[in-house]
């Protein structure tokens, strides 16, 4: 699962491996736990840099791992060597969600630190210009996140994959 911040990844991902009778893996959490504390405290210590190595061996260990649905990131894809990783060792699912409907989601999230910023709208904007490609570049799937609940989205994605034949009717 990848996408902007906000666009459902985790708890896509996390009812998709359910329904699919899959483990779930989450990579901020997975960098977290190796850290010891929390990504943005990391962010704010460390800086971007830092953090984009520990996620880059975090993503290539995680994609090493077969059976599961892992969440990534919003900012994943930054890496050329993550979107090799995530597209050539699985099937990609692109949450795409317009700069506003993610802004509307996140105005109140004071846990993302690319969000603290004094326009944050204006921030998500610049992150969809800079990521949309490198999404679309990484995904094998594109699904259009509007307003549908989570159950429509991990519906419409088990569809994909049935059709796809990544996985049998459930």
Known sequence: MIGLPGS?????????????????LDSDHVIEERLGCSI??????????????VE???????????????????GSV?????RQHLRERGYVVYL?????ELFRRL?????????QVADPLGRLRDLYVQRDPL?????????????PSVSTLVNMIGMQLELSGIVSGQ
């Open 96 to 100: 795409r969600s317009s700069p506003e």
């Open 135 to 147: 999404y679309r570049e990484t995904a094998h799937f594109i699904i259009e996140t509007g307003r």
């Open 8 to 24: 459902g990844k985790s708890t896509v991902g996390r009812q998709l491996a359910r329904r699919l009778q899959l483990a779930f």
């Open 78 to 82: 930054l890496r050329p060597a993550n």
């Open 40 to 53: 943005r405290d990391y962010f704010e210590r460390e800086g971007e840099a830092s953090f984009r190595d």
């Open 107 to 115: 105005r109140n999230d004071v846990n993302r630190p690319l969000l």
């Open 56 to 74: 880059e061996a975090v993503i290539d260990e995680l994609t090493l791992r077969a059976g599961g649905v892992l969440s990534t990131g919003g």
